[in-house]
């Protein structure tokens, strides 16, 4: 056994032994994949020398997105710019055309670019951004009380949807309102059809009204995060006037008390407004996830 100082060289395998020791999901991440290549060793490329690998290559053909082959490039720093990228993306364009796919898609999160290869100098271009985070509940106080006595004044008011769960007027909201979802293929899968579904959280989900109009509804919808705020919508010549946030908020506090420690929520980057109802009842939003794809 030879003993020596350390050298630049050894900086990023001596942070993948500090991990090994430091960090818990190391070894998840770590497990998760030993038993991944156990049993589909054909769905990741390893390019470079067994002692030293230069870059990693995953794929997946998920059955929902047909037409692109979702990648993982990971590139060791030394060896983002010479010609391991290319060749792993060569070997992935390969895989797309052999399974019937017709483009490559990846994300990369916005805050983890500068690790990332030049994306756009590889042939991919960027296709959308989503984002994702939520409301901690624990310790959170509903900020739109004041809000939604304004909005009372102007003859709006808020009821539990549960009682509505087969009224007409709800899903003519939903059917009036659909388009307006903004999706991010493949990312965000298209709104569905119909409102209700089994996951829906219809205990915590809330309507407003102005008057006997139905304006808006927001209801959660389980995911393994405890809820996911799947749907949050205000036809659109009620919005901007806080409904949207007084409504997500009802349905926080509501959620809260059932013993739910956080909500989640995700959606389209380009969705301003309901990024902005978030922010506003105290959600955290995280970097960006930006999506790019390419054709084979």
């Known amino acids: 056994m030879h003993l020596r100082s350390p050298e630049p060289a050894d900086a990023y395998a001596a942070a993948l032994l500090l991990n090994s020791t430091q960090e818990p999901h190391f070894h998840t991440t770590a497990t998760r994949l030993c038993t991944t290549w156990e049993r589909h060793p054909t769905r990741t490329l390893v390019v470079g020398e067994p002692d030293r690998p230069r870059g990693l290559l995953t794929w997946w053909a998920p059955e929902f997105h047909p037409t692109h082959l979702w990648t993982g490039l990971h590139l060791h720093p030394d060896h983002r710019a010479d010609d391991t990228g290319p060749t792993l993306l060569h070997a992935a364009r390969d895989a797309a055309r052999a399974q019937g796919r017709t483009h490559l898609w990846l994300s990369v999160r916005e805050d983890y670019l500068g690790a990332a290869p030049d994306l756009p100098t590889l042939g991919l271009r960027e296709v959308h951004r989503t984002f994702g985070g939520g409301l901690h509940l624990r310790g959170w106080t509903d900020p739109t009380t004041d809000l939604r006595q304004q909005l009372v004044t ?59 109009t139905l304006v808006g509804i927001s209801l959660p919808e389980r995911s393994r995060l405890n809820a996911w705020n799947a749907v949050l919508t205000v036809t659109p010549d009620h919005r901007g006037r806080g409904v949207g946030r007084a409504l997500l908020a009802l349905t926080a506090s509501m959620l809260r008390e059932q013993g739910f420690t956080f909500l989640n929520a995700a959606g389209s980057a380009r969705d301003v407004a309901y990024l902005r109802a978030l922010r506003q009842v105290g959600a955290h939003i995280e970097p960006d996830w930006i999506a790019w794809e390419t054709p084979c």
Do not use: M
């Open 154 to 212: 102007q003859g709006y008011h808020f009821t539990p949807a549960q009682p509505y769960t087969d009224d007409p007027r709800l899903h003519d909201l939903y059917a009036r309102t659909r388009d307006h979802k903004v999706t991010a293929a493949p990312t965000i899968p298209a709104a569905s059809p119909v409102l209700a579904n089994g996951d829906a959280l219809w205990d915590a989900a809330h309507l407003a009204w102005q008057g006997e």
